[in-house]
T-cell receptor, first 111, second 110 residues
Framework: DVKVTQSSRYLVKRTGEKVFLECVQDMDHENMFWYRQDPGLGLRLIYFSYDVKMKEKGDIPEGYSVSREKKERFSLILESASTNQTSMYLC??????????FGPGTRLTVL | GQNIDQPTEMTATEGAIVQINCTYQTSGFNGLFWYQQHAGEAPTFLSYNVLDGLEEKGRFSSFLSRSKGYSYLLLKELQMKDSASYLCAVRMEYGNKLVFGAGTILRVKS
């Protein structure tokens, strides 16, 4: 079975803090994605990566950056957290030709 | 732009059959996914269609017509635990990223 883990299920941070969210998968998937999910707005793509050290902006990259130094690990960084970044963050991994799987999610609250 | 439409809410009775439709207009296509999401949890994979036709998996089936930009998810023998949000997503060719519909909230009543 595919295992996709995220570093925290719940996280509370203060405005201005630098926040790291980590996603790790054990199935050698080349594609990894970070989404956020908000009520009424659905799932929106922040950044994605299709190979080590490769990254591309999604639809809402402002205020975020990413790092992919190893194939199994994709990190999302909030450079200076703001209250409008309070959200559920979801990591997705997969290959090009079959299923794509979600991690358990991180519910981030920025105070 | 990308457009994926699903009904916002549906209600059905325990034991019945329900069909959730999804229409899409996207600039690329590399497969269509259905996910189930219970409140407060991450979505879980239900089905994947890349060719036209019906894919059956137990109580769940998914259909795709690429020429019509149309898919549906069919749930049979509904159970109370099927009450959830159902997400339709199109995978794009570039980057293999998923573009999601807003989701359909299904309520199963006894």
């Amino acid at each position: 079975d595919v295992k996709v883990t995220q570093s925290s299920r719940y996280l509370v941070k203060r405005t201005g803090e630098k926040v790291f969210l980590e996603c790790v998968q054990d199935m050698d998937h080349e594609n990894m994605f970070w989404y956020r999910q908000d009520p009424g707005l659905g799932l929106r793509l922040i950044y994605f990566s299709y190979d080590v050290k490769m990254k591309e902006k999604g639809d809402i990259p402002e205020g975020y950056s990413v790092s992919r130094e190893k194939k199994e690990r994709f990190s999302l960084i909030l450079e200076s957290a703001s209250t409008n970044q309070t959200s559920m963050y979801l990591c997705v991994t997969g290959r090009s030709y079959n299923e794509q799987f979600f991690g358990p999610g991180t519910r981030l609250t920025v105070l | 732009g990308q457009n994926i439409d699903q009904p916002t809410e549906m209600t059905a009775t325990e034991g019945a059959i329900v069909q959730i439709n999804c229409t899409y207009q996207t600039s690329g296509f590399n497969g269509l996914f259905w996910y189930q999401q219970h409140a407060g949890e991450a979505p879980t994979f239900l089905s994947y269609n890349v060719l036209d036709g019906l894919e059956e998996k137990g109580r769940f089936s998914s259909f795709l017509s690429r020429s019509k930009g149309y898919s549906y998810l069919l749930l049979k023998e509904l159970q109370m635990k099927d009450s959830a949000s159902y997400l339709c997503a199109v995978r794009m060719e570039y980057g293999n990223k998923l573009v999601f519909g807003a989701g359909t909230i299904l309520r199963v009543k006894s």
